[in-house]
């Protein structure tokens, strides 16, 4: 099993909305100023991201599953971002 296999099996619902719509469109934000906050999905609940000089495990499109997005607008990304530490932990029994 790979590991984009082993973290998509683990982090269900990153990419796509629980109606099955892409999380994220694939255009430009297009809020002023640009990009004002970013989030991601994991397992139902949405998390914080951040923009970063370099990408996770986690969120390298080449490995794993997450995508970020703008708050305002819900375009996707485009660059390397992280999950800040700190975040809550995207699983029912982490959440009671």
Same mark, same amino acid.
């Given at each position: 099993?790979?590991?984009?296999e082993?973290?998509?099996?683990?982090?269900?619902?990153? +990419?796509?909305?629980?109606? &099955?719509?892409?999380? /994220?469109?694939?255009?430009? *934000?297009?809020?002023?100023?640009?990009? #004002?906050?970013?989030?991601?999905?994991?397992?139902?609940?949405?998390?914080?991201?951040?923009?970063?000089?370099?990408?996770?495990?986690? +969120?390298?499109?080449?490995? &794993?599953?997450?995508? /970020?997005?703008?708050?305002? *607008?819900q375009?996707?990304?485009?660059? #390397?971002?992280?999950?800040?530490?700190?975040?809550?932990m995207?699983?029912?029994?982490?959440?009671?």
């Amino acid at each position: 099993m790979s590991m984009r296999e082993t973290f998509t099996d683990l982090f269900k619902r990153t +990419t796509k909305t629980a109606e &099955g719509a892409p999380f /994220a469109g694939e255009r430009l *934000c297009r809020c002023s100023p640009a990009w #004002p906050g970013l989030e991601t999905t994991a397992n139902g609940y949405v998390l914080p991201a951040e923009a970063s000089g370099h990408y996770s495990v986690l +969120t390298n499109p080449d490995i &794993g599953p997450f995508v /970020a997005r703008c708050t305002g *607008c819900q375009a996707r990304y485009p660059h #390397p971002w992280v999950i800040p530490a700190g975040a809550p932990m995207p699983f029912d029994w982490a959440q009671e």
